[in-house]
């Protein structure tokens, strides 16, 4: 073996006359032809699939490796193979945001020296999970081995999994309370963590030291590498049948493919021109122990996009007029930015399998620097990037959509990405030990209407279309509270004619612990960021938290009488309410409990997704099956959707009565129209209203933000509203916070 892999050309300088290649001839290293593909399109293919086919069983394998449920029940995991430059050629299924972060991690190292030192050589493992070199968030931690020929570094194999555990100032992976990088929790920045295929033990006894449940990182980390290794095993087999000339080739070709192949499906399914969008994102954190000491307590983020679709098929992406990163956990980087852009056209374009770097060489990303797309300042937090990234992507979806309703593929438009809370937990185990855990149960959300039918149900989140809840006796084993109930949450999906699909609730019961501390985070607080389309409504937000302390469920189990499975129907009086004595406690999140013990009971909802379409054209029968099954209350059904519903006291089965629903739907229809202004008068007044600046704090602020960082976005928003050439929102301080 040697100590450093011979080549004609350095590391580095092949990067770059990579990057040069493309810049100047438009391909993929210069690769103008696919000859190849050409010469023996067969052998092209069946070589294209063979990888992909090594990838996904890898994937297989770690995952049953794992000990992780996030990884073994939910599939928070993927793996790739690269080019030596770091290029993705073709990955497996799972969580497909990180078919750029990796190739990022990997150009970094490259672009830092690592040849000369500490070396790459065959047998090493590289680790990282700092978001400023190349992943989404700490709990997002990336694996690369080299694949050397004869020597030669023929590629890399890489692997990811979302760690449940990341050691940082709150127990779980997403640690929301994080207001700068050094209390995300255990960093590995771009380390190398073991050589001849054995990771170093230094390496795990600083996680062991480091994390609150080590169990999880540790054995993903072996199932990345035994995925690694596997993946770097087949390739050089591969190279073996077709040498090592053809695969240098091939790898460029499948890219140059992947260019070509994006850009022809933007030509086929949308309409060149430039499409705007707008989103917002906001927390209520006021008077909430723990959180945004060095920032605003209660702020509120505008994303503003821009997306340009040109002639080519080329993609551009402008956030321009967004704010600045800030003193909390949701800021972004460029590699995030990436990988929410891929999970996105994984799901809309790209849904065959063979998409890789070629995809994002067609596209790209306009991140003004400074906002929370692209911070000046490494040290800020990144611990729940997603927290802005959703609601950002959601409007992305929503934009391809309009271009696929503009050329006519109706059944290809999707309202959208879901952003749902995530509920973390830490403290002491069912076993009396320290512990610390995310719970990925939120990967099964309800997702966003489609223009031809509802969303699914319990069943999607963007950022992994393979989303799946988890077996609750697997999360049983890993946390100290038992399911009592699992539930649809009726109203949960935005009404529309068709709805978004609706998420679900589930209910605990603490158990054999007395110290438990729950946290939430990720979903805005009074702030509809899972938005409908074409007249669809949003979702619902402020999810409540409820919890009942100092109970007599033990006495209530000792007498056999029910147990609430969920919060029913009656918005006046839960079911926990009206069957559990005790300290009740509803809260609006996000927000990090005080101490539980056993015998609490809590509650947490998660989220659905935006309607599409009027709710008055939805088809009643449609309606009275969603009453019938718990989708929609009787009340949502007759005030949103005009659809009066009776149920037959006999039978149980549900029926529209058609008279009173016509009648109640025209009633409906002409309040719109009494309600309704003209769209001049509307602004007009609202104008006024901005000249006024009569907006709360928060407004003010964020308008304040976007335009001290955008000039353009101040241009545009004077001449939008007629207001003077001087107009600015000033600096202000906030109000006190109120006290607890």
Known sequence: ????????????????????????????????????????????????????????????????ISASPGVREVGEMVVAIYTPEGDAVALSNGIMVHVHTMSRFIKWMIEQGYEENPGIREGDIFANNDAFIGTVQVPDVMDVVPIFYE????????????????????????????????????????????????????????????????????????????????????????????????WRQVTKE???????????????????????????????????????????????????????VETSGKI???????????????????????????????????????VNDGAWMATELKLPKGTWTNPDNEFCATATSWALLLPAYGVFQRLLSRGFLARGFVEEVFVGQVNSPMIEMGGESQYGTQFGMAHFECAAAGSGALAIKDGLDTAYVGWNPESDMGNMEIWEQNMPMLYIGRSILPNSGGAGKYRGGCSFLSTWLLHKTQH???????????????????GGYPAPTCQLHRTVRDTNVAEVIAAQKPLPHGIGLNPERSTIEELIEGDHETTEGPYISSPHVAGDIFSHAYNGGGGYGD?????????????????????????????????????????VDVKVTAKARQKLRANRRKRAVPVAEWIKSEGNRVAAKDFVYEVRRMYQGGMKLSPRFSEEFRAFWSLPKGFVFEDEKAPKRKKM
């Open 151 to 246: 020597g030669e570094l023929a590629g890399w194999a890489g692997a990811v999994c979302h760690e449940l555990e990341s050691g940082g100032i709150t127990p779980g992976g997403d640690v929301c309370l994080a207001q700068e990088r050094f209390t995300e929790g255990l960093f590995v920045c771009a380390e190398k963590i073991g050589s001849n295929d054995e990771i170093r033990r230094d390496y795990v006894i600083r996680c062991e030291r480091n994390l609150r449940m080590p169990i999880y990182w540790v054995l993903d980390e072996k199932a990345k590498v035994a995925s690694c290794i596997d993946m770097r095993e087949n390739v050089k087999r591969i190279i073996d049948e077709v040498g090592i000339e053809y």
């Open 615 to 655: 709710p008055l054209e939805r088809d009643p029968a449609k309606v009275a099956y969603d009453v019938e099954n718990g989708f929609v209350t009787e009340l949502q059904a007759r005030n949103v959707s005009g659809v009066f519903v009776t149920q037959d006291i006999e039978s149980g089965d549900w029926s």
């Open 254 to 308: 499948f890219i140059e493919e992947g260019r070509r192949g994006q850009l022809a499906r933007t030509q086929q399914l949308t309409v060149p021109g430039i499409y705007r969008g707008h989103t917002f994102y906001g927390h209520v954190t006021e008077g909430k122990p723990g959180f945004q000491p060095l920032g605003d307590s209660n702020w509120l983020y505008a994303i503003p996009i821009e997306m340009t």
């Open 1 to 64: 073996m040697q100590d450093k892999a011979p080549h004609p050309m350095p590391y580095r300088d092949r990067l770059r006359a990579s990057e040069a290649a493309r810049e100047t001839t438009g391909c993929y290293d210069g690769v103008t032809s696919l000859s190849l593909r050409a010469a023996d399109p067969l052998k092209f293919e069946t070589l294209h699939t063979k990888l992909r086919s090594f990838c996904v069983s890898a994937r297989e394998m770690a995952r049953r």
């Open 316 to 354: 551009t992406m402008d956030f321009e007029g967004t704010q600045s990163w800030g003193y909390h956990s949701m800021n972004c980087t460029p590699a995030g930015m990436d990988g929410g852009m891929f999970v996105t056209l994984t799901q809309h374009m790209n849904y065959e399998g063979l």
């Open 516 to 534: 438990l501390r729950l946290v939430t985070s990720e979903h805005s607080s009074r702030v509809f960021d899972n938005a409908g389309m074409c």
